[in-house]
């Protein structure tokens, strides 16, 4: 819960500084210093912060770390990468970070912190060239410990994924003090972006820039906040001031100034269940492992796997993302809204389309997430133990069937007269195309197929007056062969055709291809169909029509 009280305008330097000289060893640092540079002293202080914090991360002791006045850029250093825009100073549990000093303290009461005093500022701009955009992402991190009296500016945290929050500051955990935020950009938290649990106290945040929300950006936290101003910062599309989603921080005595606008964002209960393509069909009843996926927003990074239910933050104009990296599913991947529709397969006729696909992320407008999804994965392995998109990959484009003008079923027809010269087929053989026909269709049992007896003259009515969903196979002269007909991105109408005297497995070859729209499938054997034959059209039926993968 979100408490805000009274304002009161903090000053940096009117209220009681945490801590005191203490008995822990300092790391001093002075970028002016000349002496051996070991941090023991002002005289030798370290010319790098980010040594210094390096030192304080690994020496195994806990360390105040005192930096006089200067700019410092984290960057600079033998611990650092020159111009590695990654590089931040990162303050954890055991560091005491403290600023603001001339150079010959020997306490922290001894500094002069009233207004035109030392002033120690980490800065972004590490390539000292004038322009933002190629600054460091972020300039402070804080996971634990305590960082006071410094100015943080000039963060740029334009990228991708984290590396568009906190241009400023990211803090975690531990605490952040006596701190002023300015001159930083962020898509989201320009100034400071905040998760976890930190403590943050007398901060005056101006001057920043959020391409979309908030110099301050609170999510998924329990933060202690007092003492804070906020003024004359901007935004793109959403609040300059302060955003929270899924936050719990606590504030005390807050000065707004009066363009400084605050929102609070919400979290959407939402319900994932993967399914893995005709997992039924593989040997033990199922496939080897579930489908590992991750689920992203703006705000939230997770992988799972298995039914999850999560309360995913997501802020107005962001899209819920999913993706998958598991190699044992094939890129593609399909998401079907089970909320308030249902999933494929579900019910009688053509199954639907699925509502998102991808072979990389599905990307869904906040406006249009509802609380439950189905994620369909295709495993890299058939059934049969082939390689999914070096053996049917290229035959599983060829357009499902759907509900055309009207049609909702496929009328399958065994014409009873040749097409070559008109004479009648016998009826053994017109049995043993019926008996095949039935054969075939029953691997893809979901669709609304129907089996009806026609001569050839009959069928080029049905042609002439429906012209769509319908499929007739027929005795002629010449080799055995098919056609699946496509338009508007969807199966018409198919044929297959075969000589009088063809084997069964002929017959069952063509009518099969024929309904698929694939040709060459290594489906059928002189015993029969294997378990591939069911499983492609449940692949093709869980994809887009025309897919490619």
Same mark, same amino acid.
């Given at each position: ?284 009843? $199922?496939? #080897?492992? +579930?489908?590992?996926? &991750?689920? *992203? @927003? ?9 039914? /999850? =239910? ?69 495993? $890299?392995? #058939?059934? +049969?133990?082939?390689? &999914?998109? *070096? @053996? ?9 069937? /759907? =509900? ?69 196979? $027929? ?9 699946? @007909? ?10 297959? =055709? ?52």
């Amino acid at each position: 819960m979100l408490l805000v009280c009274a304002p009161a305008l903090p000053v940096l330097c009117a209220l009681t500084l945490p801590g005191s000289a203490r008995a822990q060893p300092n790391i001093y640092v002075d970028k002016s210093a000349s002496g051996a540079g070991d941090g023991t002293s002002w005289a030798d202080a370290y010319t790098s912060l980010q040594d210094a914090l390096s030192e304080a991360r690994t020496n195994g002791t806990s360390d105040e770390v005192w930096v006089a006045a200067g700019t410092y850029y984290p960057d600079e250093g033998s611990s650092a990468n020159p111009d590695d825009r990654s590089e931040s100073f990162r303050v954890e549990s055991g560091i005491d970070l403290r600023g603001h000093f001339s150079g010959d303290e020997q306490s922290l009461e001894d500094r002069t912190l009233a207004r035109g005093g030392p002033k120690t500022i980490l800065s972004g701009e590490i390539q000292q060239d004038g322009t933002q955009s190629n600054n460091a992402y972020t300039v402070l991190r804080i996971t634990g410990g305590s960082a006071g009296e410094i100015h943080i500016e000039g963060g740029a945290a334009n990228g991708t994924g984290p590396q568009r929050r906190g241009g400023g500051a990211y803090v975690t955990g531990g605490t952040l003090h006596h701190a002023v935020l300015t001159g930083s950009r962020a898509k989201r938290g320009a100034a400071l972006f905040a998760t976890g649990s930190p403590t943050l106290e007398v901060l005056r945040v101006t001057g920043n820039h959020a391409t979309e929300a908030g110099a301050l950006y609170f999510s998924g936290d329990a933060s202690t906040v007092e003492h804070l101003t906020v003024a004359g910062n901007t935004a793109g599309s959403g609040p300059s001031g302060m955003y929270f989603i899924g936050s719990d921080a606590a504030i005390e005595d807050l000065a707004a100034g009066p363009n400084a606008t605050s929102a609070v964002a919400e979290r959407i209960q939402v319900t994932f269940n993967p399914v893995t393509v005709g997992n039924s069909l593989y040997e033990g009843g $199922s496939y #080897s492992g +579930e489908l590992d996926y &991750t689920v *992203s @927003t703006g705000d939230t990074t997770f992988t799972t796997s298995g039914s /999850t =239910t999560a309360e995913v933050p997501i802020s107005d104009g962001d899209d819920l993302e999913l993706s998958h990296g598991d190699p044992e599913y094939i890129s593609t991947f399909a998401v079907n809204n089970t909320d308030t529709e249902q999933p494929p397969f579900a019910g009688s006729g053509f199954p639907d389309e699925p509502d998102y696909q991808s072979s990389s992320t599905v990307s869904i407008p906040k406006t249009d997430v509802v609380n439950q999804y189905q994620v369909r994965g295709i495993p $890299s392995t #058939s059934p +049969e133990g082939k390689d &999914t998109k *070096s @053996t049917y990959g290229g035959d599983l484009g060829a357009g499902r069937w /759907t =509900t055309r003008d009207g049609y909702d079923e496929i009328k399958g027809i065994i014409t009873t007269t040749r097409i070559d010269n008109g004479d009648d087929v016998p009826q053994s053989v017109i049995d043993k195309m019926s008996e095949e026909f039935s054969a075939a269709t029953s691997q893809m049992s979901f669709l609304p197929i129907t089996q009806t007896q026609k001569t050839f003259s009959e069928v080029e009515d049905v042609f002439n007056n429906r012209g769509v969903n319908f499929n007739y196979t $027929s005795i002629d002269g010449s080799v055995a062969s098919n056609n699946t @007909t496509v338009s508007q991105g969807y199966a018409e109408r198919a044929r297959s =055709t075969y000589s009088e005297n063809a084997a069964t497995f002929d017959i069952r070859e063509e009518v099969y291809e024929s309904f698929t729209g694939a040709n060459n499938l290594p489906v059928y054997t002189s015993d029969g169909f294997n378990d591939d034959a069911k499983w492609i059209p449940r692949v093709i039926y869980s994809l887009e029509s025309q897919n490619t993968f």
